[in-house]
Protein backbone atom coordinates (compact mmCIF):
# COMPACT_ATOMS: atom_id res chain seq x y z
CA UNK A 1 0.00 0.00 0.00
CA UNK A 2 2.71 2.52 0.62
CA UNK A 3 4.89 1.57 -2.26
CA UNK A 4 1.52 2.17 -4.21
CA UNK A 5 1.27 5.49 -2.53
CA UNK A 6 4.80 6.69 -3.18
CA UNK A 7 4.68 5.76 -6.98
CA UNK A 8 0.66 8.00 -6.96
CA UNK A 9 2.38 10.85 -4.86
CA UNK A 10 5.34 10.50 -7.38
CA UNK A 11 3.16 10.90 -10.87
CA UNK A 12 1.63 13.77 -8.70
CA UNK A 13 4.42 15.57 -8.38
CA UNK A 14 5.23 14.71 -12.17
CA UNK A 15 2.55 15.90 -13.38
CA UNK A 16 2.20 19.50 -11.54
CA UNK A 17 -1.38 18.32 -9.70
CA UNK A 18 -1.45 20.33 -6.71
CA UNK A 19 2.02 20.76 -4.75
CA UNK A 20 4.57 18.23 -3.33
CA UNK A 21 4.16 19.12 0.24
CA UNK A 22 0.26 18.66 0.28
CA UNK A 23 0.55 15.54 -1.85
CA UNK A 24 2.95 13.89 0.98
CA UNK A 25 -0.39 14.42 3.62
CA UNK A 26 -3.34 12.42 4.44
CA UNK A 27 -5.47 14.38 2.19
CA UNK A 28 -8.61 13.42 4.74
CA UNK A 29 -6.93 14.11 8.10
CA UNK A 30 -8.83 10.94 9.53
CA UNK A 31 -7.98 10.15 13.15
CA UNK A 32 -6.32 13.79 13.78
CA UNK A 33 -7.48 16.29 15.95
CA UNK A 34 -7.86 19.92 13.75
CA UNK A 35 -6.15 21.24 17.32
CA UNK A 36 -3.24 20.91 18.19
CA UNK A 37 -2.58 18.60 14.80
CA UNK A 38 -4.16 20.13 12.11
CA UNK A 39 -3.77 24.12 12.93
CA UNK A 40 -1.66 25.78 15.66
CA UNK A 41 -3.21 26.08 19.06
CA UNK A 42 -3.66 29.33 20.22
CA UNK A 43 -2.15 30.78 23.86
CA UNK A 44 -3.86 28.16 26.55
CA UNK A 45 -6.42 26.98 24.38
CA UNK A 46 -7.96 23.54 25.22
CA UNK A 47 -9.79 21.24 22.63
CA UNK A 48 -13.12 20.25 24.29
CA UNK A 49 -14.30 17.92 21.75
CA UNK A 50 -14.67 16.75 17.89
CA UNK A 51 -16.89 15.62 15.48
CA UNK A 52 -17.03 13.64 12.34
CA UNK A 53 -19.83 16.01 11.31
CA UNK A 54 -20.36 15.44 7.20
CA UNK A 55 -18.77 14.43 3.81
CA UNK A 56 -19.37 16.80 0.94
CA UNK A 57 -19.17 16.15 -2.30
CA UNK A 58 -19.43 17.49 -6.13
CA UNK A 59 -19.82 14.03 -8.27
CA UNK A 60 -19.60 16.18 -11.71
CA UNK A 61 -16.11 18.00 -10.59
CA UNK A 62 -14.44 14.80 -8.78
CA UNK A 63 -14.39 16.73 -5.39
CA UNK A 64 -15.19 15.05 -1.60
CA UNK A 65 -14.21 16.62 1.63
CA UNK A 66 -14.73 15.04 5.02
CA UNK A 67 -16.32 17.96 7.24
CA UNK A 68 -14.87 18.23 11.56
CA UNK A 69 -16.58 20.37 14.13
CA UNK A 70 -14.10 20.80 17.42
CA UNK A 71 -14.91 22.75 19.90
CA UNK A 72 -12.57 24.34 22.44
CA UNK A 73 -12.62 26.63 25.36
CA UNK A 74 -11.63 29.48 22.68
CA UNK A 75 -13.14 28.75 19.41
CA UNK A 76 -15.57 26.67 17.75
CA UNK A 77 -13.53 25.38 14.11
CA UNK A 78 -14.81 23.65 11.04
CA UNK A 79 -12.36 22.05 8.89
CA UNK A 80 -13.01 20.27 5.73
CA UNK A 81 -10.08 18.62 3.85
CA UNK A 82 -10.39 16.61 0.37
CA UNK A 83 -9.83 15.84 -2.95
CA UNK A 84 -10.91 17.28 -6.30
CA UNK A 85 -9.17 16.53 -9.76
CA UNK A 86 -6.94 18.75 -9.64
CA UNK A 87 -5.82 17.85 -6.00
CA UNK A 88 -5.93 18.74 -1.95
CA UNK A 89 -9.14 20.93 -1.20
CA UNK A 90 -9.41 22.90 1.88
CA UNK A 91 -12.10 24.50 3.90
CA UNK A 92 -12.17 26.14 7.02
CA UNK A 93 -13.97 28.31 9.48
CA UNK A 94 -13.18 28.86 13.23
CA UNK A 95 -14.83 32.12 15.40
CA UNK A 96 -14.43 33.36 19.29
CA UNK A 97 -16.90 31.11 21.15
CA UNK A 98 -18.05 34.36 22.99
CA UNK A 99 -18.89 35.74 19.75
CA UNK A 100 -21.54 32.75 19.04
CA UNK A 101 -25.32 33.38 20.22
CA UNK A 102 -26.93 29.87 18.39
CA UNK A 103 -27.11 27.20 16.68
CA UNK A 104 -29.35 25.75 13.67
CA UNK A 105 -29.00 22.33 12.60
CA UNK A 106 -31.38 20.20 10.53
CA UNK A 107 -30.80 16.78 8.55
CA UNK A 108 -33.49 15.63 6.02
CA UNK A 109 -33.86 14.66 2.80
CA UNK A 110 -33.96 16.20 -0.58
CA UNK A 111 -34.92 15.32 -3.98
CA UNK A 112 -32.83 15.30 -6.66
CA UNK A 113 -33.90 15.52 -10.18
CA UNK A 114 -30.74 14.67 -11.87
CA UNK A 115 -30.43 11.27 -9.78
CA UNK A 116 -34.19 10.82 -10.81
CA UNK A 117 -32.95 10.97 -14.70
CA UNK A 118 -30.17 8.97 -14.44
CA UNK A 119 -30.70 6.81 -12.04
CA UNK A 120 -34.19 5.87 -14.53
CA UNK A 121 -31.73 5.66 -17.52
CA UNK A 122 -29.08 3.45 -16.11
CA UNK A 123 -32.35 0.53 -14.72
CA UNK A 124 -33.41 1.07 -18.09
CA UNK A 125 -30.56 0.26 -20.02
CA UNK A 126 -29.53 -2.79 -17.46
CA UNK A 127 -33.61 -3.55 -18.31
CA UNK A 128 -32.95 -3.66 -22.15
CA UNK A 129 -29.49 -5.41 -21.73
CA UNK A 130 -31.37 -8.68 -19.87
CA UNK A 131 -34.27 -8.38 -21.96
CA UNK A 132 -32.39 -9.18 -24.48
CA UNK A 133 -30.79 -12.45 -22.72
CA UNK A 134 -34.29 -13.89 -22.14
CA UNK A 135 -36.00 -13.20 -25.29
CA UNK A 136 -32.76 -14.77 -26.94
CA UNK A 137 -32.96 -17.69 -24.84
CA UNK A 138 -36.49 -17.75 -24.37
CA UNK A 139 -36.01 -19.54 -21.23
CA UNK A 140 -39.24 -19.18 -18.71
CA UNK A 141 -36.98 -20.41 -15.62
CA UNK A 142 -34.16 -18.45 -16.26
CA UNK A 143 -36.33 -15.61 -16.48
CA UNK A 144 -38.49 -16.12 -13.43
CA UNK A 145 -35.14 -16.91 -11.57
CA UNK A 146 -33.62 -13.40 -13.04
CA UNK A 147 -37.24 -11.85 -12.25
CA UNK A 148 -37.01 -12.93 -8.68
CA UNK A 149 -33.33 -12.74 -7.94
CA UNK A 150 -33.26 -9.36 -9.04
CA UNK A 151 -35.73 -7.93 -6.72
CA UNK A 152 -33.29 -10.03 -3.77
CA UNK A 153 -30.80 -7.19 -3.16
CA UNK A 154 -33.47 -4.25 -2.86
CA UNK A 155 -34.55 -6.07 0.70
CA UNK A 156 -30.84 -7.51 1.69
CA UNK A 157 -28.29 -4.80 0.55
CA UNK A 158 -28.20 -1.73 3.71
CA UNK A 159 -28.45 1.35 1.27
CA UNK A 160 -26.38 0.98 -1.69
CA UNK A 161 -29.10 2.49 -3.42
CA UNK A 162 -27.64 2.64 -6.84
CA UNK A 163 -26.75 -0.85 -6.91
CA UNK A 164 -30.67 -1.88 -5.62
CA UNK A 165 -32.23 -0.33 -8.51
CA UNK A 166 -29.85 -1.82 -11.06
CA UNK A 167 -30.70 -4.68 -9.51
CA UNK A 168 -34.29 -3.99 -10.10
CA UNK A 169 -33.23 -3.31 -13.31
CA UNK A 170 -32.42 -6.93 -13.94
CA UNK A 171 -35.71 -8.38 -12.26
CA UNK A 172 -37.72 -5.55 -14.40
CA UNK A 173 -35.93 -6.64 -17.54
CA UNK A 174 -36.45 -10.01 -17.31
CA UNK A 175 -40.02 -10.36 -16.64
CA UNK A 176 -40.90 -7.58 -18.85
CA UNK A 177 -39.50 -10.35 -21.92
CA UNK A 178 -41.36 -13.02 -20.40
CA UNK A 179 -44.53 -11.16 -19.43
CA UNK A 180 -44.62 -9.79 -22.86
CA UNK A 181 -43.37 -12.36 -24.91
CA UNK A 182 -44.69 -15.11 -23.57
CA UNK A 183 -42.50 -17.67 -25.09
CA UNK A 184 -43.20 -21.54 -24.00
CA UNK A 185 -46.74 -20.56 -24.26
CA UNK A 186 -47.82 -18.97 -27.07
CA UNK A 187 -44.40 -18.12 -29.21
CA UNK A 188 -41.65 -15.32 -29.25
CA UNK A 189 -43.01 -14.36 -32.70
CA UNK A 190 -46.88 -14.53 -31.71
CA UNK A 191 -48.36 -11.80 -32.97
CA UNK A 192 -51.13 -11.71 -29.58
CA UNK A 193 -48.93 -14.01 -27.09
CA UNK A 194 -50.59 -14.67 -24.21
CA UNK A 195 -49.69 -13.75 -20.46
CA UNK A 196 -49.49 -15.98 -17.98
CA UNK A 197 -50.92 -14.71 -14.58
CA UNK A 198 -48.68 -15.79 -12.21
CA UNK A 199 -45.70 -14.07 -14.44
CA UNK A 200 -48.21 -10.72 -14.63
CA UNK A 201 -48.28 -10.55 -11.15
CA UNK A 202 -44.23 -10.76 -10.67
CA UNK A 203 -44.10 -8.27 -13.41
CA UNK A 204 -46.42 -5.90 -10.93
CA UNK A 205 -44.25 -6.34 -7.87
CA UNK A 206 -41.04 -5.64 -10.10
CA UNK A 207 -42.97 -2.80 -11.44
CA UNK A 208 -43.46 -1.39 -8.18
CA UNK A 209 -39.98 -2.83 -6.18
CA UNK A 210 -38.07 -0.84 -8.97
CA UNK A 211 -40.06 2.66 -8.67
CA UNK A 212 -39.20 2.11 -4.72
CA UNK A 213 -35.83 1.89 -5.61
CA UNK A 214 -35.41 4.59 -7.61
CA UNK A 215 -37.50 7.32 -5.37
CA UNK A 216 -34.89 6.01 -2.63
CA UNK A 217 -31.76 6.73 -5.29
CA UNK A 218 -33.68 9.83 -5.92
CA UNK A 219 -33.78 11.04 -1.99
CA UNK A 220 -30.15 12.18 -0.99
CA UNK A 221 -29.55 12.46 2.45
CA UNK A 222 -28.91 16.50 3.57
CA UNK A 223 -27.33 18.83 6.31
CA UNK A 224 -27.55 22.19 7.37
CA UNK A 225 -25.43 23.26 10.39
CA UNK A 226 -25.30 26.79 10.90
CA UNK A 227 -23.66 28.12 14.16
CA UNK A 228 -24.89 31.94 14.45
CA UNK A 229 -22.59 34.73 16.12
CA UNK A 230 -24.16 37.54 18.37
CA UNK A 231 -24.18 40.13 15.91
CA UNK A 232 -26.97 38.00 13.74
CA UNK A 233 -25.11 36.91 10.83
CA UNK A 234 -23.56 33.04 10.56
CA UNK A 235 -20.66 31.97 11.29
CA UNK A 236 -20.13 28.58 10.30
CA UNK A 237 -22.43 27.77 7.29
CA UNK A 238 -22.56 23.85 6.28
CA UNK A 239 -24.75 23.80 3.51
CA UNK A 240 -24.79 22.36 0.23
CA UNK A 241 -24.06 25.27 -2.67
CA UNK A 242 -27.19 26.45 -4.94
CA UNK A 243 -26.66 27.56 -8.31
CA UNK A 244 -28.20 30.49 -9.59
CA UNK A 245 -31.71 30.38 -11.62
CA UNK A 246 -33.79 33.10 -13.47
CA UNK A 247 -35.69 33.11 -10.28
CA UNK A 248 -33.13 32.62 -7.40
CA UNK A 249 -29.97 34.44 -7.05
CA UNK A 250 -27.02 31.47 -6.21
CA UNK A 251 -26.00 30.39 -2.71
CA UNK A 252 -22.40 29.52 -2.36
CA UNK A 253 -22.24 28.13 0.67
CA UNK A 254 -19.38 25.26 0.97
CA UNK A 255 -19.14 25.20 -2.53
CA UNK A 256 -20.05 21.93 -2.44
CA UNK A 257 -23.43 20.73 -4.27
CA UNK A 258 -24.07 17.68 -1.36
CA UNK A 259 -23.85 18.17 1.87
CA UNK A 260 -24.27 14.71 3.80
CA UNK A 261 -24.74 13.51 6.96
CA UNK A 262 -22.26 11.46 8.57
CA UNK A 263 -21.15 9.21 12.23
CA UNK A 264 -21.51 11.59 14.56
CA UNK A 265 -23.98 14.57 13.16
CA UNK A 266 -26.46 13.19 15.46
CA UNK A 267 -24.45 13.47 18.10
CA UNK A 268 -23.18 17.26 17.13
CA UNK A 269 -26.60 18.18 17.15
CA UNK A 270 -27.73 16.92 20.48
CA UNK A 271 -24.35 18.48 22.43
CA UNK A 272 -22.99 21.54 20.38
CA UNK A 273 -25.45 23.99 21.67
CA UNK A 274 -24.82 23.03 24.95
CA UNK A 275 -21.45 22.80 25.25
CA UNK A 276 -20.99 26.10 23.90
CA UNK A 277 -23.72 27.63 26.24
CA UNK A 278 -21.68 25.63 29.35
CA UNK A 279 -18.67 27.31 27.74
CA UNK A 280 -19.12 30.84 27.85
CA UNK A 281 -21.36 30.60 31.22
CA UNK A 282 -19.29 28.36 33.81
CA UNK A 283 -15.76 28.72 31.89
CA UNK A 284 -13.20 26.09 33.23
CA UNK A 285 -16.14 24.15 35.05
CA UNK A 286 -17.98 23.98 31.98
CA UNK A 287 -14.65 22.91 29.63
CA UNK A 288 -14.19 20.29 32.68
CA UNK A 289 -17.92 19.13 32.84
CA UNK A 290 -17.79 18.34 28.17
CA UNK A 291 -14.05 16.89 28.45
CA UNK A 292 -15.05 14.41 31.22
CA UNK A 293 -18.29 13.84 28.67
CA UNK A 294 -16.05 13.10 25.75
CA UNK A 295 -13.85 10.55 27.45
CA UNK A 296 -16.87 8.39 28.76
CA UNK A 297 -18.15 8.17 26.06
CA UNK A 298 -14.83 7.32 24.37
CA UNK A 299 -14.83 4.69 26.73
CA UNK A 300 -18.74 3.55 25.98
CA UNK A 301 -17.22 2.99 22.30
CA UNK A 302 -14.82 1.33 22.89
CA UNK A 303 -16.15 -1.33 25.27
CA UNK A 304 -18.71 -1.55 22.26
CA UNK A 305 -16.12 -2.90 19.80
Known sequence: MSNNSSIIEFMKNRMGIDEPEENATDTYERGRKIVPECIKTNDNEIPVKQYNLCTMQTKIKFMRAEGRLQVTNQRVIFRATGRSLRGRTTLQH???????????????YRFAPWSLILGGLAALAVAAIFAGICLNEQSTSLAVLLGIGGLVPFFVLRKKFFLKLLSCGVSYGSL???????????????????????????????????????LLFAFKPNLVFNVKMKSGTGAIDIARAHPASPFKQGEEHTGFEEVLPWEDTELAIREVGAIIHDIQMLGKLGVDKWINEAAEQERQRQKIH
Open 94 to 108: HFNINDISGLEARKD
Open 176 to 214: AALTFAGFGYSGYYSRYPSVNPGHLVLFIISIIVTIAAL
